[in-house]
C-alpha cells in the first residue's frame, strides 16, 4: 500500500484515539495540543454538577465557553444589577484543570433581558452598550482566551447594501456600534483575542455564497478602518442530511480571512441529525461524515486555532417536542459523546481532523 502524509497521520490519529479509549492519553484535548490548536466546548454551570460530566470535561477540552452564563439575559435580569456566578463557576472549574475560557457574548440581537430595548432607545449615549462590555470584561481581565465582542451582526436578507442586520443596535446608534464595540473591548481586556462570530459561511448553496462575500467585505473594511477585530469565529452548525458543505469554496473563503491577518475559531460546531432515518448507526455515521467534510478544510488553514463544540455529549440535549418526536423516540445526536458519554463518528471525525493538521 502507497503511503501518503494523510494516510500516515490519519493512522497516528487513529491510535491516539485507541489510546485514549484506553486512558492512556487525555483524548481531545491531548490531540489538539500536540498540534499547537485548541478543542472544547460550550457547558452550563449546572453540568459541573454531573460528576462523570465534569471528569469528561477536564480529559476532553482545553478551551471553555459558557452556554448561557454570560449572555446579556442571565448577567443583567435587572438594569444595574448584575449575577457572574454561573460564569465564575466555569471560570473557576477551567482555571483548576489548566482550561483556557472564552467569552460569549457582549453585544448580540437576542438573548437580552426584556428591560433592555426600551433602555436602549432611550438611552442619551453609547454607555448602555459600553458599560456592559467593560463590565464582564475588565472583571475577567488576563484569564480569558478570547471574546466574541459582536455576535451576528450580518443578515443580508434585511437589505442593506452593507449587509448589516437591522438590530436594536443598529437602529439606535448606527454602523458605528460596532467599531464601538470593539474599541471598548481592546480597552477592556488588551491581552485577549476579538473574535466577530456568525454563521452561514459554511454551506455551499447561493446564500452562503452572499454571505461570505458580505463577511469579508465587512471584515475588509473594518480592519481598513482600525477596527480590532482579530479573529473570525465560524459557528459551525451543520447539517447531516441537508446539502454539504462545498470544501472548495470553504478553502478559498478561508484563505481570504487568512490573508487579512485574522485568526480563524470553529466556535459552535454541531451536526443537526433530524429528517432521517431512525437507525443511530445510520446517523452518527453521517454526522461524523459532515463534521470531517467540514474540518478537513479548516484545519488544512494554518489560521485556525480553535475548535469547540456546542455542548460536547447528546446528555444535555432537548428531546423535540410533538407526536412525530414522540412515535419515533427521535432524540438528537449531534455532538461528540453520546448520552453515556461514549464516543461517536463524530468525536472520531474531530480526533482525526485534529491528528492530521499541520502543527502550529
Known sequence: MCLNRRTVLGAAAAGMLTASARGAEPGLRGIASTHGRFYGTA???????DAGFAATLAREVNILVPEYELKRLIVEPKPGQFDFSGADMLANFAAAHGIKMRGHTCVWYAANPPWLDEKVFSAPDDEIMTFFITKMMARYKGRFHS????????????????????SIWLKR?????????????????????????????EGGEAWNDRFRAVTLKFLEDARARGVPIEALGLQGHLNAFGPPVDQKKLRLFLDEVKAMGLKILITELDVDDSKAPL?????????????????????DNSACEAVLSWGLTDRYLHKPEGLTAALTGYSPRKLPLNSDLERKPMYGAIARALGMAPSR
Not at 184 to 198: M, Q, R, S
Open 43 to 49: 457547558a452550563g454551570s449546572y453540568q459541573l454538577n
Open 173 to 201: 446608534f448606527g454602523p458605528s456600534y460596532i467599531d464601538l464595540a470593539y474599541h471598548t473591548a481592546k480597552a477592556a481586556d488588551p491581552g485577549a483575542l476579538l473574535v466577530y462570530n456568525d454563521w452561514g459561511c
Open 147 to 166: 471574546w466574541d465582542v459582536v455576535n451576528e451582526a450580518l443578515w443580508p436578507p434585511d437589505g442593506r447594501p452593507d449587509g448589516l442586520r437591522n
Open 279 to 299: 437507525d443511530v448507526r445510520v446517523r452518527d455515521a453521517a454526522v461524523g461524515d459532515a463534521t470531517a467534510r467540514f474540518l478537513d478544510v479548516v484545519l
